[in-house]
C-alpha cells in the first residue's frame, strides 16, 4: 500500500464522483473497499476540488429521476471524457437510445475481466428476496463490484455524469454473455411490490428506477433487445446503449423489455440498473 500515490488520474476520477453526488466519506470508504490505503483515500478526497453550493447537478433532488438532459434535443451529450450520441429518444415508454458510449478498447476490456468469472446468469427472487437459476435467462453473467478497477470507475463516472445520477446509486457493473440461442425473455427489472421478498430487496438502496445496457460485441445474427410493449428492438451494436426509466414499479411505465435469441455468433452486454437511493 505504501507505493499507492495521488495521479492526477485519480485526481480526476475523485473529483467526477463528487460532482456526482458520492458524499466525500463514502467516497473515502469505497476507495477502501477496492483496495486503497485509507490515509491515501483520505489525502485524495480532501485534496479534490469541492463544488460550490448548489453546483452538483448530479444530486437527485426530491422527485428527480436519473436520465440525460434531453430539453434542449441535442446530438451529443458530454459524458465528461467522452462525447455520447443521442440516436433515439422515445417518451412513453422512456427510452434513449445512445451511440458510442463505450470505446471499442473498454467493451474489449470489459470482456476480458469478466470472462474468467462468468457463471450460469440467476435472476432476483422476489418471494424470498434472494437469487434463482430462472430457465427464461440463458445467460453466463457475473457483477463487478462498484468501483472495483480503474476501468469500471471510469466507464461508473460517465453514466452518473450522463444520467444525472451519483454514482453510490448504481448497482455494481453486470456482464452478460450470450451463446447462439440464448436469450433473456420479456421481463420487468424493478421489484414487484406485491412479492414477499421486496422489502428485502428495497432495503439495500431503495426501488429500481432505471436501467442501462451496454453492448460489448456485435453478434452476427439476432441478441437485440425488445420492448414488446412499444413495438421496438434495438440493435446490438458496440459501444452503444439503451438507457429506459421506470418512474414506478407498475406495468404502466411500458418499460416490459427481453433480450431475443442470438441466432448467429455470440452477444456481451453489461447493464447498471440505478436504484432510488445509496446501493449496499
Same mark, same amino acid.
Given at each position: ?73 441535442? %446530438? *451529443?451529450?458530454? @459524458? $465528461?471524457? &467522452? ?6 429518444? !422515445?417518451?412513453? #415508454? ?106 428485502? %430487496? *428495497?432495503?439495500? @438502496? $431503495?426501488? &429500481? ?6 453492448? !460489448?460485441?456485435? #453478434? ?61
Amino acid at each position: 500500500m505504501s507505493a499507492q500515490s495521488i495521479t492526477p488520474e485519480l485526481r480526476q476520477w475523485v473529483a467526477e464522483q463528487l460532482a456526482a453526488g458520492c458524499a466525500p466519506e463514502a467516497l473515502a470508504a469505497r476507495m477502501c473497499q477496492a483496495g486503497w490505503d485509507a490515509s491515501v483515500a483520505a489525502q485524495a478526497v480532501a485534496a479534490a476540488p469541492q463544488a460550490a453550493p448548489g453546483a452538483a447537478a448530479n444530486a437527485p433532488q426530491p422527485g428527480a429521476m436519473p436520465g440525460p438532459d434531453l430539453t434542449e434535443s441535442p %446530438l *451529443l451529450i458530454d @459524458g $465528461g471524457d &467522452r462525447q455520447v450520441e443521442v440516436l433515439l429518444r !422515445l417518451d412513453h #415508454p422512456r427510452i434513449v437510445l445512445l451511440g458510442s458510449l463505450l470505446s471499442p478498447d473498454e467493451c474489449a476490456g470489459l470482456i476480458a475481466a469478466a470472462a474468467p468469472r462468468m457463471e450460469r446468469s440467476r435472476t432476483v427472487q422476489t418471494q424470498t428476496g434472494g437469487e434463482e437459476v430462472n430457465h427464461d435467462r440463458t445467460s453466463d453473467g457475473m457483477f463487478f463490484q462498484r468501483g472495483e478497477t480503474e476501468l469500471v470507475r471510469r466507464i461508473e463516472a460517465r453514466i452518473a455524469r450522463l444520467l444525472r445520477w451519483p454514482v453510490d446509486n448504481g448497482e455494481g457493473l453486470q456482464v452478460l454473455h450470450y451463446r447462439p440461442g440464448a436469450e433473456y425473455k420479456p421481463h420487468y427489472d424493478y421489484f414487484d411490490p406485491d412479492q414477499a421478498g421486496t422489502p428485502t %430487496l *428495497l432495503a439495500r @438502496g $431503495g426501488q &429500481r428506477v432505471a436501467t442501462l445496457i451496454m453492448y !460489448l460485441n456485435n #453478434p452476427a445474427k439476432g441478441g437485440g433487445t425488445t420492448f414488446p410493449d412499444a413495438g421496438l428492438q434495438v440493435a446490438p451494436r458496440q459501444g452503444n446503449a439503451v438507457f429506459f426509466g421506470y418512474a414506478r414499479p407498475h406495468p404502466d411505465t411500458r418499460t416490459l423489455h427481453g433480450g431475443a435469441p442470438v441466432i448467429e455468433g455470440e452477444k456481451w452486454i453489461a447493464t447498471k440498473w440505478l436504484r432510488e437511493r445509496e446501493f449496499n
